[in-house]
């Protein structure tokens, strides 16, 4: 039988239930192929590396190690939620790099898009390498990947094996939710505690920040994205926006516009506000926000970050504009 294939009989879960009954499956599957030895995970803090962690957690306990590399380009607070949750509430065996500096070094002065990703996947490989390296008798590797990760790319995702660990480095691969669709691991999320605003988490790139800092990134635009980012997320949240809207982002632009403030004429970026609908990704619509949550959040963006003057709203659809700038 193909393990990469979904059985036919095999339930969508939709309910608690389904959930806990898929749960326990995995915990006896787990401990069977992975027995005393250790596991490694790289745990980013998104939706399916965060279950798979939480899953394993579960199974085998303190003989999974996570590896969280912060490379400052995460929106605000994740880092510190990824900690707060494993760390601190599910007592796991977690390692938290924050790597800022040698990334933004690398990537100071560089605009092109896709070398930024370049960059950003390179280096993010080379720090879980070395922390890898570190640590003794690590005989399995845990992924996140799910079921539209093998079906896109035939059995292989692109990053097997994060992105390419050394050759002599030979894992063997743990893939507790490979048969399972996105919203299927959201269901099993919850039913495993992790707290909603985790697992209900909107799809980010990996470059994170990066690609919604467009052109060349330096700290101080950085840090007004980061800022202006967590404005508009609040403001959805409040408006229940989160609810209808399937991805909202801030990018800004290298590029400044004068503006007045306290009578006098300064220059400053402009955020651009992103907010599509898509049921795959392939094609975006845009959300009609009401007039009086683009002022609210407007103002609360030019008030309260350091850099800003102007903010736009994007309303341009998928196909002509991708859903994001880069």
Request: charged share 30%; net charge negative.
């Amino acid at each position: 039988m193909d393990n990469n294939k979904r059985p036919d009989s095999m339930e969508r879960i939709t309910t608690k239930e389904l959930a806990d009954a898929f749960i326990a499956e995995q915990i006896d599957l787990v401990k069977k192929q992975v027995g005393d030895k250790k596991v490694l995970l790289a745990l980013s803090g998104g939706v399916d590396s965060s279950v798979v962690a939480a899953l394993l957690i579960k199974a085998i306990g303190k003989q999974l190690v996570c590896v969280h590399v912060n490379h400052g380009l995460m929106r605000k607070g994740e880092s510190e939620q990824v900690i707060e949750v494993f760390q601190n509430q599910l007592d796991a065996n977690l390692i938290y790099i924050d790597a800022t500096d040698r990334f933004l070094d690398l990537l100071a002065g560089v605009a092109e898009p896709e070398k930024k990703r370049k960059i950003i996947g390179g280096e993010f490989i080379k720090v879980f390498d070395e922390e890898a390296g570190k640590l003794e008798g690590i005989s399995f590797l845990a992924q996140g990947t799910i079921y539209p990760d093998i079906l896109e790319s035939d059995g292989v995702k692109a990053h097997h094996n994060v992105g390419g660990l050394p050759e002599d480095m030979q894992f063997e691969l743990v893939e507790p939710v490979k048969l399972l669709y996105k919203d299927e691991v959201r269901v099993v999320g919850k039913a495993l505690g992790l707290p909603s605003s985790m697992v209900d988490r909107q799809p980010f790139p990996g470059p994170g920040l990066g690609v919604r800092c467009l052109g060349a990134i330096t700290r101080d635009r950085l840090n007004a994205l980061r800022e202006a980012d967590a404005i508009l997320r609040e403001e959805f949240d409040n408006a229940g926006l989160n609810k209808t809207v399937w991805q909202y982002f801030i990018a800004v632009p290298d590029m400044k516009s004068v503006g007045v403030k306290n009578d006098k004429r300064y220059e400053g970026w402009p955020a651009i506000i992103r907010a599509v609908n898509t049921t795959d990704a392939m094609s975006a619509t845009i959300e009609e926000i009401p007039y009086s949550i683009l002022n609210k959040i407007t103002a609360r963006i030019t008030a309260e970050v350091e850099g800003i003057n102007r903010v736009l709203y994007d309303l341009t659809p998928k196909p002509v504009g991708t859903i994001e700038w880069e």
